[in-house]
């Protein structure tokens, strides 16, 4: 719903299809089925068998584990089998006859017909995008559960062929095991860092339909060079063969076959985008280039000592990629490829002039830091194209790779400000189901911070957590900020130095070292930061325990040192004071005392929003005064004192006393509300009286 993802069902009436639009929905589902399924230009080649040895038959426990390895709760394919269906039979006999049947398949080398159905459903990209136009939607195909069962055992089989050191590319972090994008790009980091050339640039490569355009031939000839088994290399040719998707609606259902592509929503889809991918990996490198992939992700990273260097070696490397696409078919798009500057240093510091009432910077003979802002007689970026005759691929001053928003020389600037946007855009959008005084709680707020604020903003922290400046961190907690208010409730006058304390939540730069560490940690990565120590072999708990450690001494520091949070610091002194207290929730009222702004005229007048300091009763009208000190509102504090001389805590009391034990928080909790409400409604009196 906050995210606006939740909308109401809708059809797809009608689609535009050159100069004319479908007029009914069979013509519309074939138009959708032809555009996204749509057959090769060429014949598919005819490749020879592998010869590899056969491998063994698949005992039950391998064919239960395949069955458990299937989510719950998925749609299910065309024949409406779920898994939980599968699982449940497989415990009562149906796991031998289903053993039977699988290796039935592996030995005459038959996929079943019925499990190469997928069952399409088209979603919308989103909702700004011209519903008449196919390009605005996404196909999702659901295939039945037992095929993927099938296929599943088929990978295990095939992993030896995937993983195979002499095929197999180093480069590719995509759908491999213990690898993420916050590697591809750490090692582009470290690529470029490492080198001593001066100059370095990246080029990203853009390939249209990647995956929905790989030829079948090419899988097949990649495994059958990789010695595939010879009983797989069959099974999966026969998987390939005579695939179909449907699009049904009403009892009415449109048929296509599919002659290209990865499966859809298959197991064994990703390895094989990989298994085709790594040959042009291996040749880049082979050829002296640098390269990382993360799926269909190309990053080629050219280095050179001048601008001439760079393009030799750049179009030499550009020219082997567009050679690969060709060969197999897949297309690089023109206007999505473009290339960026990820090192400069021969820079210098250019002199700032004035000219027509604006600042320019003008560099002669130099690459600057954005070759775009160069003004005139300003260096050009390398011109490198993908085929001859075409213009060069674009360069920008700013790229989205991997979900991260790059700058000149790894700028992360924009990409804070992009995440901090979109992050706290999400708690912007909670307000109307998180008012002051009623809506969502301060456990499902605070559930939202963790799951949803943290991940976003700190999405591949681990490869670009180390260029965060003092500049940067305080920006990420000015975006921290913004979740802070809404998870408290507190007014916005509060700092946020309070707002971090009160909610017990790692200043989000500290809480960005957390992630970081905590990886390194968890790969046994050697590291000494921040005053912290890990060695391979370290024990890892103790570590993490470390890591708290330190992060809440930092924390402690900061805390000791701000002037800000005054009327915080008498409820928590020190940050030890608020850890490990579950207990405290926030609410409009008690954020009010925790933080000292509130509806108190003292600090209203301070703001220019009350005529004077003073309460009714002639005292400074401060959140301790009315706490613990007017007159008028000695009724709605005697529970509070009744508590407190309980627990033998004396009056007027240590207002830390107020937030050590679940009983006396609780109390205390209901007697801000109590007291801010009484206040109110005598204020309100006396100003009509008046």
């Known amino acids: 719903m906050t995210s606006e993802k939740i909308a109401p069902r809708s059809a797809v009436n009608s689609l535009m299809v050159g100069d004319s639009s479908t007029t009914g929905w069979s013509e519309t589902a074939a138009a959708l089925l032809d555009g996204f399924f749509a057959d090769p230009t060429t014949q598919d080649r005819v490749i020879p068998p592998s010869q590899g040895a056969d491998v063994d038959l698949w005992s039950e ?48 080398g038959r996929f079943p017909s019925g499990w190469k159905s997928g069952a399409i459903c088209v979603l919308l990209k989103s909702p700004d995008k011209d519903r008449s136009a196919l390009k605005s939607y996404r196909p999702v195909c659901l295939l039945p559960v037992l095929s993927k069962v099938l296929e599943r055992l088929i990978r295990w ?35 470029v860092s490492d080198s001593e050339k001066p100059l370095a640039f990246g080029i990203l490569f853009d390939i249209t339909g990647a995956f929905d355009n790989l030829r079948w ?98 179009q030499s490397m550009t020219d082997v990629i567009s050679g690969w696409a060709s060969r197999l078919c897949l297309e690089i798009s023109r206007s999505k490829t473009e290339m960026i500057l990820l090192k400069n240093s021969n820079a210098k510091g250019g002199k700032r002039v004035t000219a027509a009432g604006k600042k ?29 005759g075409e213009s060069g691929i674009r360069y920008k001053n700013l790229v989205r790779y991997l979900g991260v928003t790059l700058g000149p020389c790894f700028s992360i600037a924009q990409h804070i400000e ?32 963790v799951g949803v604020f943290l991940p976003t903003m700190l999405y591949a922290v681990t490869a670009w957590g180390d260029l965060v400046t003092d500049t940067l961190a305080k920006k990420l ?143 400074d009208d401060t959140d301790r005064h009315v706490l613990l000190e007017c007159e008028r509102l000695e009724a709605s504090r005697i529970e509070l004192r009744e508590c407190l001389a309980r627990v033998g805590s004396p009056w007027p009391p240590d207002l830390s006393t107020l937030v050590e034990t679940k009983e006396v928080y609780g109390v205390f909790r209901r007697t801000c509300r109590a007291l801010l409400l009484e206040k109110r409604r005598l204020d309100v009196g006396e100003r009509n009286r008046a």
Not at 163 to 175: I, K, L, P, T, Y
Not at 419 to 426: D, V
Not at 432 to 440: C, D, F, K, L, T
Request: charged share 25%.
């Open 61 to 108: 426990l391998e064919v239960s584990r395949a069955v458990g390895s299937m989510k719950s709760g998925k749609c299910p394919g065309e024949d409406l089998i779920e898994a939980d269906m599968v699982k449940v039979a497989c415990g009562y006999g149906f796991l031998r006859p289903l053993t039977r049947l699988m290796n039935a398949c592996l030995r005459l």
């Open 157 to 191: 089989r095939l992993l030896p062929v995937i993983s195979n050191e002499d095929h197999a590319s180093s480069r590719q972090f995509g759908f491999r095991a213990e690898r993420c994008t916050a590697d591809a790009i750490g090692l582009a980091r470290s690529i």
């Open 217 to 314: 031939d090419s899988v097949m000839e990649e495994l059958a060079t990789r010695s595939c088994p010879g009983n797989l290399w069959w099974l999966i040719r026969d998987y390939l063969a005579d695939r179909t998707v449907s699009l049904t609606s009403d009892g009415s259902r449109v048929v296509r076959e599919v002659k290209k592509g990865a499966p859809q929503g298959s197991i064994l889809g990703p390895d094989m985008w990989n298994m085709c991918m790594d040959p042009v990996l291996r040749e880049v490198q082979e050829r002296g280039g640098e390269i990382v992939a993360y799926a269909d992700d190309l990053l080629l990273l050219v280095t050179g000592g001048s601008r001439t260097e760079c393009e030799v070696h750049g």
């Open 360 to 388: 320019r910077l003008i560099e002669r003979g130099n690459l600057t830091g954005s070759l775009l802002k160069v003004g005139k007689g300003g260096a050009r970026p390398p011109c490198v194209r993908i085929s001859e």
């Open 418 to 449: 992009i995440t901090g946007a979109k992050a706290s855009g999400f708690y912007q959008r909670l307000a109307s189901v998180a008012r002051a005084q009623w809506g969502i709680s301060y456990g499902a707020m605070r559930h939202l911070y």
């Open 477 to 619: 907690v000015r975006m921290q900020r913004i979740a802070l208010l809404r998870i408290c409730r507190a007014y916005r006058t509060a700092s946020t130095a309070s707002l971090q304390v009160c909610t017990g939540l790692l200043p989000l730069d500290l809480e960005s070292i957390r992630w970081r560490l905590r990886a390194k940690i968890k790969r046994g990565a050697s590291f000494e930061l921040y005053g912290i120590a890990f060695r391979e072999g370290d024990d890892k708990r103790q570590a993490l325990e470390r890591v708290e450690t330190r992060l809440l001494d930092l924390w402690e520091e900061r805390w000791l040192v701000t002037p800000k949070g005054e009327a915080t610091k008498r409820f928590f002194p020190r940050i030890e004071c608020r850890i490990g207290k579950d207990f405290i929730e926030l609410d409009h009222y008690v954020s009010q005392f925790l933080t000292g702004h509130g509806d108190f005229s003292y600090r209203l007048h301070a703001f220019n929003l009350a005529e004077s300091p003073l309460c009714s009763c002639g005292a």
